[in-house]
Protein backbone atom coordinates (compact mmCIF):
# COMPACT_ATOMS: atom_id res chain seq x y z
CA UNK A 1 0.00 0.00 0.00
CA UNK A 2 1.20 3.59 -0.68
CA UNK A 3 2.84 4.98 2.51
CA UNK A 4 1.62 9.09 2.48
CA UNK A 5 5.13 9.92 4.46
CA UNK A 6 7.71 11.18 2.22
CA UNK A 7 10.35 9.61 4.39
CA UNK A 8 10.11 6.10 4.47
CA UNK A 9 12.21 5.24 7.75
CA UNK A 10 10.41 4.17 10.37
CA UNK A 11 11.99 4.19 14.07
CA UNK A 12 12.00 1.18 16.20
CA UNK A 13 11.92 0.42 20.50
CA UNK A 14 11.81 3.66 22.34
CA UNK A 15 12.43 5.89 19.18
CA UNK A 16 8.80 5.30 18.02
CA UNK A 17 6.68 8.03 19.47
CA UNK A 18 2.90 8.23 19.13
CA UNK A 19 3.11 11.59 16.89
CA UNK A 20 4.47 10.51 13.30
CA UNK A 21 5.12 14.29 12.10
CA UNK A 22 4.63 18.22 13.36
CA UNK A 23 4.02 20.99 10.55
CA UNK A 24 4.24 24.11 10.56
CA UNK A 25 2.21 26.01 8.25
CA UNK A 26 3.58 28.43 5.87
CA UNK A 27 2.44 32.10 6.18
CA UNK A 28 1.73 34.16 3.46
CA UNK A 29 0.49 37.70 2.83
CA UNK A 30 -1.59 38.68 0.37
CA UNK A 31 -2.15 41.95 1.11
CA UNK A 32 -3.15 42.77 4.79
CA UNK A 33 -4.97 39.26 4.54
CA UNK A 34 -2.20 36.36 5.95
CA UNK A 35 -3.20 32.57 4.75
CA UNK A 36 -1.41 29.90 6.92
CA UNK A 37 -0.19 26.54 4.86
CA UNK A 38 -0.20 23.43 6.47
CA UNK A 39 -0.92 20.77 3.72
CA UNK A 40 0.82 19.79 1.56
CA UNK A 41 4.18 20.13 3.00
CA UNK A 42 7.49 18.91 2.75
CA UNK A 43 6.67 16.05 5.45
CA UNK A 44 3.74 15.20 4.45
CA UNK A 45 1.36 15.54 1.20
CA UNK A 46 -1.79 14.35 2.30
CA UNK A 47 -3.33 13.25 5.93
CA UNK A 48 -6.22 10.79 4.76
CA UNK A 49 -7.88 12.60 1.22
CA UNK A 50 -6.82 15.73 2.89
CA UNK A 51 -4.57 17.13 0.24
CA UNK A 52 -4.63 20.96 1.06
CA UNK A 53 -5.52 23.10 4.17
CA UNK A 54 -5.24 26.72 4.37
CA UNK A 55 -6.01 28.67 7.17
CA UNK A 56 -7.28 32.18 6.45
CA UNK A 57 -6.70 34.91 8.36
CA UNK A 58 -7.62 35.99 11.19
CA UNK A 59 -8.24 39.37 9.56
CA UNK A 60 -10.33 42.73 9.85
CA UNK A 61 -11.53 44.23 6.35
CA UNK A 62 -12.18 48.00 6.68
CA UNK A 63 -15.46 49.46 4.98
CA UNK A 64 -14.96 48.58 1.02
CA UNK A 65 -12.42 45.92 1.40
CA UNK A 66 -12.94 42.11 0.95
CA UNK A 67 -12.20 39.20 -0.88
CA UNK A 68 -12.07 39.11 -4.69
CA UNK A 69 -11.00 35.79 -5.68
CA UNK A 70 -11.65 35.82 -9.30
CA UNK A 71 -13.10 32.41 -11.14
CA UNK A 72 -10.83 29.89 -11.54
CA UNK A 73 -10.95 26.08 -12.18
CA UNK A 74 -10.54 22.63 -10.48
CA UNK A 75 -10.31 18.68 -11.41
CA UNK A 76 -9.45 15.93 -9.01
CA UNK A 77 -10.64 17.34 -5.53
CA UNK A 78 -13.45 18.68 -3.43
CA UNK A 79 -13.25 22.09 -1.60
CA UNK A 80 -14.59 22.46 1.86
CA UNK A 81 -15.39 25.95 2.98
CA UNK A 82 -15.63 26.37 6.57
CA UNK A 83 -15.83 29.76 8.48
CA UNK A 84 -15.31 30.47 12.02
CA UNK A 85 -16.30 34.74 11.43
CA UNK A 86 -16.90 36.23 8.24
CA UNK A 87 -19.26 35.42 4.69
CA UNK A 88 -17.94 34.46 1.88
CA UNK A 89 -19.88 34.89 -1.63
CA UNK A 90 -19.58 31.23 -3.73
CA UNK A 91 -20.49 31.23 -7.23
CA UNK A 92 -19.91 28.24 -9.37
CA UNK A 93 -19.88 27.17 -13.33
CA UNK A 94 -23.10 24.69 -12.11
CA UNK A 95 -24.66 27.82 -11.38
CA UNK A 96 -24.62 27.38 -7.81
CA UNK A 97 -25.00 30.85 -5.86
CA UNK A 98 -23.91 30.54 -2.15
CA UNK A 99 -23.49 32.16 0.26
CA UNK A 100 -20.89 30.39 3.02
CA UNK A 101 -21.59 31.41 6.81
CA UNK A 102 -19.89 30.54 10.15
CA UNK A 103 -20.35 26.96 11.10
CA UNK A 104 -21.86 25.88 7.33
CA UNK A 105 -20.13 23.59 5.25
CA UNK A 106 -20.38 24.00 1.18
CA UNK A 107 -18.45 21.11 -0.47
CA UNK A 108 -18.04 21.36 -4.16
CA UNK A 109 -16.58 18.25 -6.16
CA UNK A 110 -14.42 19.42 -8.97
CA UNK A 111 -14.44 15.59 -10.77
CA UNK A 112 -13.66 16.48 -14.08
CA UNK A 113 -13.92 20.02 -14.09
CA UNK A 114 -15.14 22.65 -12.43
CA UNK A 115 -14.61 26.93 -12.12
CA UNK A 116 -15.87 29.02 -9.16
CA UNK A 117 -15.40 32.51 -7.70
CA UNK A 118 -15.26 33.09 -4.17
CA UNK A 119 -15.98 36.82 -2.99
CA UNK A 120 -17.13 39.49 -0.07
CA UNK A 121 -18.84 41.59 -2.44
CA UNK A 122 -22.81 43.70 -2.19
CA UNK A 123 -23.83 43.87 1.11
CA UNK A 124 -21.12 42.42 2.53
CA UNK A 125 -18.55 45.41 1.81
CA UNK A 126 -21.30 48.00 3.50
CA UNK A 127 -19.57 47.50 6.92
CA UNK A 128 -16.24 46.49 8.82
CA UNK A 129 -15.85 42.99 8.80
CA UNK A 130 -13.59 40.12 10.53
CA UNK A 131 -12.48 36.79 8.11
CA UNK A 132 -11.28 33.88 9.69
CA UNK A 133 -11.63 30.34 8.28
CA UNK A 134 -10.86 27.27 6.62
CA UNK A 135 -10.08 26.40 2.97
CA UNK A 136 -9.52 22.04 3.00
CA UNK A 137 -8.94 20.26 -0.27
CA UNK A 138 -9.88 16.32 -0.15
CA UNK A 139 -8.29 14.49 -3.01
CA UNK A 140 -10.97 11.88 -4.90
CA UNK A 141 -10.44 8.57 -5.37
CA UNK A 142 -8.95 7.42 -8.89
CA UNK A 143 -12.40 5.94 -9.84
CA UNK A 144 -14.23 9.22 -9.45
CA UNK A 145 -11.81 11.81 -11.00
CA UNK A 146 -13.47 11.71 -13.73
CA UNK A 147 -17.02 12.15 -12.20
CA UNK A 148 -19.49 14.87 -13.25
CA UNK A 149 -19.08 18.25 -10.84
CA UNK A 150 -20.94 18.82 -7.92
CA UNK A 151 -22.05 21.43 -5.33
CA UNK A 152 -23.66 20.58 -2.11
CA UNK A 153 -24.49 23.44 0.87
CA UNK A 154 -25.13 21.55 4.49
CA UNK A 155 -26.54 24.58 7.22
CA UNK A 156 -24.77 24.76 10.27
CA UNK A 157 -27.99 23.40 12.08
CA UNK A 158 -28.04 20.58 10.11
CA UNK A 159 -24.05 19.22 11.39
CA UNK A 160 -24.23 16.46 14.48
CA UNK A 161 -23.00 18.76 17.52
CA UNK A 162 -22.30 17.05 21.23
CA UNK A 163 -20.98 18.44 24.39
CA UNK A 164 -19.92 16.94 27.64
CA UNK A 165 -16.59 16.62 29.79
CA UNK A 166 -15.40 20.02 28.89
CA UNK A 167 -15.46 19.99 24.90
CA UNK A 168 -17.97 21.14 22.58
CA UNK A 169 -17.66 19.10 19.00
CA UNK A 170 -19.06 19.80 15.43
CA UNK A 171 -18.95 17.00 13.12
CA UNK A 172 -18.77 18.43 9.82
CA UNK A 173 -17.73 15.48 7.61
CA UNK A 174 -17.94 11.87 7.61
CA UNK A 175 -18.23 9.42 11.11
CA UNK A 176 -16.20 9.80 14.32
CA UNK A 177 -17.48 8.87 17.89
CA UNK A 178 -20.43 7.13 16.57
CA UNK A 179 -22.26 10.04 14.90
CA UNK A 180 -21.93 10.74 11.26
CA UNK A 181 -22.21 14.12 9.34
CA UNK A 182 -25.30 14.52 6.23
CA UNK A 183 -23.20 14.47 3.71
CA UNK A 184 -22.48 11.62 1.04
CA UNK A 185 -18.77 11.55 0.61
CA UNK A 186 -16.39 9.97 -2.24
CA UNK A 187 -14.66 8.23 0.85
CA UNK A 188 -13.91 7.16 4.25
CA UNK A 189 -13.43 10.44 6.32
CA UNK A 190 -13.58 12.69 9.09
CA UNK A 191 -13.36 16.40 9.91
CA UNK A 192 -14.36 17.95 13.25
CA UNK A 193 -14.41 21.36 14.81
CA UNK A 194 -13.84 20.73 18.72
CA UNK A 195 -13.37 23.68 21.26
CA UNK A 196 -11.80 22.30 24.60
CA UNK A 197 -12.25 23.89 28.06
CA UNK A 198 -8.66 24.14 30.30
CA UNK A 199 -7.98 20.96 30.89
CA UNK A 200 -10.43 18.89 28.85
CA UNK A 201 -9.19 15.83 26.67
CA UNK A 202 -10.77 14.64 23.57
CA UNK A 203 -9.70 11.13 22.29
CA UNK A 204 -9.41 10.83 18.20
CA UNK A 205 -11.27 8.57 16.63
CA UNK A 206 -10.03 5.09 16.53
CA UNK A 207 -11.97 3.99 13.61
CA UNK A 208 -9.28 5.91 11.03
CA UNK A 209 -5.93 5.03 9.56
CA UNK A 210 -4.58 8.78 9.01
CA UNK A 211 -5.49 11.05 11.87
CA UNK A 212 -4.54 14.27 12.55
CA UNK A 213 -5.08 17.64 14.46
CA UNK A 214 -4.29 21.47 13.99
CA UNK A 215 -4.44 23.72 16.72
CA UNK A 216 -6.49 26.73 16.01
CA UNK A 217 -6.03 28.73 19.16
CA UNK A 218 -4.89 27.91 22.72
CA UNK A 219 -2.40 24.45 22.96
CA UNK A 220 -2.45 21.13 23.51
CA UNK A 221 -0.35 18.25 24.94
CA UNK A 222 -0.18 14.80 23.67
CA UNK A 223 2.04 12.09 25.68
CA UNK A 224 3.63 14.71 28.24
CA UNK A 225 4.58 17.56 24.61
CA UNK A 226 3.05 20.66 24.70
CA UNK A 227 2.03 22.27 20.91
CA UNK A 228 1.10 25.66 20.20
CA UNK A 229 -1.74 27.19 18.59
CA UNK A 230 -0.52 27.06 14.29
CA UNK A 231 0.65 23.55 14.26
CA UNK A 232 -0.90 20.28 12.91
CA UNK A 233 -0.02 16.84 14.53
CA UNK A 234 0.05 13.67 12.67
CA UNK A 235 -0.56 10.54 14.28
CA UNK A 236 0.72 7.03 13.89
CA UNK A 237 -2.18 4.79 12.67
CA UNK A 238 -3.65 2.39 15.66
CA UNK A 239 -2.57 4.15 18.49
CA UNK A 240 -5.42 5.05 21.33
CA UNK A 241 -4.90 9.40 21.65
CA UNK A 242 -5.94 11.85 22.96
CA UNK A 243 -5.53 15.38 23.03
CA UNK A 244 -5.22 17.72 25.95
CA UNK A 245 -6.08 21.20 26.24
CA UNK A 246 -3.66 23.83 27.96
CA UNK A 247 -4.55 26.36 30.79
CA UNK A 248 -6.01 28.48 28.40
CA UNK A 249 -8.43 26.16 26.32
CA UNK A 250 -8.25 24.98 22.63
CA UNK A 251 -10.25 24.85 19.97
CA UNK A 252 -8.87 22.18 17.08
CA UNK A 253 -10.23 20.87 13.98
CA UNK A 254 -9.70 16.76 14.00
CA UNK A 255 -9.08 15.37 10.45
CA UNK A 256 -8.03 12.56 8.48
CA UNK A 257 -9.57 9.08 6.88
CA UNK A 258 -8.68 6.33 5.07
CA UNK A 259 -4.70 6.19 3.12
CA UNK A 260 -5.40 7.43 -0.66
CA UNK A 261 -5.09 5.08 -3.39
CA UNK A 262 -1.25 5.90 -4.19
CA UNK A 263 0.22 9.68 -4.39
CA UNK A 264 -0.88 12.96 -6.59
CA UNK A 265 0.31 15.45 -8.87
CA UNK A 266 -0.31 18.87 -7.58
CA UNK A 267 -0.62 22.06 -10.39
CA UNK A 268 -1.83 25.07 -9.68
CA UNK A 269 -5.42 24.01 -8.56
CA UNK A 270 -5.43 20.95 -10.27
CA UNK A 271 -5.11 17.44 -8.54
CA UNK A 272 -5.01 14.15 -10.21
CA UNK A 273 -2.91 11.07 -10.21
CA UNK A 274 -1.38 11.34 -13.52
CA UNK A 275 0.59 14.34 -14.87
CA UNK A 276 -1.48 13.60 -18.10
CA UNK A 277 -4.57 14.56 -16.58
CA UNK A 278 -3.12 17.94 -15.18
CA UNK A 279 -1.61 18.10 -18.52
CA UNK A 280 -4.84 18.41 -20.21
CA UNK A 281 -6.88 20.37 -18.06
CA UNK A 282 -4.22 23.06 -18.10
CA UNK A 283 -4.71 23.26 -22.28
CA UNK A 284 -8.77 23.38 -21.73
CA UNK A 285 -8.28 26.14 -19.21
CA UNK A 286 -5.80 27.83 -21.62
CA UNK A 287 -8.09 27.79 -24.51
CA UNK A 288 -10.76 29.93 -22.64
CA UNK A 289 -13.43 28.12 -25.06
CA UNK A 290 -15.68 28.76 -22.55
CA UNK A 291 -19.11 28.00 -24.73
CA UNK A 292 -17.82 24.39 -25.76
CA UNK A 293 -15.16 23.37 -23.99
CA UNK A 294 -13.88 21.78 -20.88
CA UNK A 295 -14.33 24.58 -18.45
CA UNK A 296 -17.51 26.80 -18.11
CA UNK A 297 -17.55 30.20 -16.44
CA UNK A 298 -20.44 30.94 -13.44
CA UNK A 299 -23.34 32.32 -14.86
CA UNK A 300 -23.53 35.03 -12.85
CA UNK A 301 -19.51 35.65 -12.34
CA UNK A 302 -18.38 35.59 -15.99
CA UNK A 303 -16.66 38.91 -17.06
CA UNK A 304 -13.05 37.53 -16.01
CA UNK A 305 -10.96 34.85 -14.60
CA UNK A 306 -7.59 34.66 -13.50
CA UNK A 307 -4.99 33.02 -16.14
CA UNK A 308 -3.14 29.96 -16.01
CA UNK A 309 0.58 30.19 -14.83
CA UNK A 310 2.91 30.20 -17.19
CA UNK A 311 5.43 27.64 -15.54
Known sequence: MWNPLLDPAIPIGDAVDVIETVIVPRARDLGGFEVRRALPSVARQMVGPFIFFDQMGPAEFLTGQGIDVRPHPHIGLGTVTYLFKGRLHHRDSLGTDQWIEPGA???????????????????????????????????????????????????????????????????????????AAPMKLPSEMFYADATLAPGAAIPLPDDHEDRGVYILTGEVTVAGQTFLAGQMLVFRPGDRISVRAGEAGARLMLLGGATMDGPRFIWWNFVASSKDRIAAAKEAWRAGDWAHGRFRLPPEDDQEFIPAPEA
Request: no cysteine.
Open 105 to 179: VNWMKAGWGITHSERTDGPARAAPMQMFGLQTWLALPKAQEDDPAAFVHVPKSSLPEFEGEGKSVRLILGTAWGE
